[in-house]
Antibody, heavy 115, light 108 residues
């Protein structure tokens, strides 16, 4: 079964850090661009970052540039999002998703930034 | 930054046709994708590359493109189609992805 499983969310204070993980199975992970997207409570979807197949290209939405880092380990079939200097407005459910089509989504992991 | 514009809400009666639009300057050059999201669930791709229907998506879902607007059409709407719908595409360079603001479909 083609599947993505998100993990690593939790409660963190403003200015803190968190690392999200996404475990892929059922497909050739190393053949696909991968994305992180997020959804704040009661709001719409927002693309956060993506990374190409070998990790040589990475792109970010302006609001997270310099604070978030996307990475991948093709040997472990895993995608990561290192989030530093977190802000209250980063509070959201974070999803990993496959390809430019976002054709497969993880179940999401909740990140709450609050003091 | 690049934006995709959707109407906030659309309402239809069961059996009618719902049309949800998405407008953006780069849509003539970049594919659009459509997602259905029900409360508490992850989004599901319902239209790929403007008009392709992924496996498992009912035939009543279709997509079309004309200039700077793409349209998701749901023919013979059913109660189970009530959900939020989002379009997604890229800026003119193809580098940055963007989602529309979402449209809440209400089945009366």
């Amino acid at each position: 079964e083609v599947q993505l499983v998100d993990s690593g969310g939790g409660l963190v204070q403003p200015g803190g850090s968190l690392r999200l993980s996404c475990a892929a199975s059922g497909f050739t992970f190393s053949s696909y661009w991968m994305n992180w997207a997020r959804q704040a409570p009661g709001k719409g979807l927002e693309w956060v970052a993506n990374i190409n197949q070998d990790g040589s290209e990475k792109y970010y939405v302006d609001s997270v540039k310099g604070r978030f880092t996307i990475s991948r380990d093709n040997a472990k079939n895993s995608l990561y999002l290192q989030m530093n200097t977190l802000r209250v407005e980063d509070t959201a459910v974070y999803y990993c998703a496959r390809d430019h089509a976002f054709d497969i989504w993880g179940q999401g992991t909740m990140v709450t930034v609050s003091s | 930054s690049y934006e995709l514009t959707q109407p906030p809400s659309v309402s239809v009666s069961p059996g009618q046709t719902a049309r949800i639009t998405c407008s953006g300057d780069a849509l003539p050059k970049q594919y659009a994708y459509w997602y259905q999201q029900k409360p508490g669930q992850a989004p599901v791709l319902v239209i790929n590359k403007d008009s392709e229907r992924p496996s498992g998506i009912p035939e009543r879902f279709s997509g079309s493109s004309s200039g700077t607007t793409v349209t998701l059409t749901i023919s013979g709407v059913q109660a189970e189609d009530e959900a939020d719908y989002y379009c997604q595409s890229a800026d003119s360079s193809g580098t940055y992805r963007v989602f529309g603001g979402g449209t809440k479909l209400t089945v009366l």
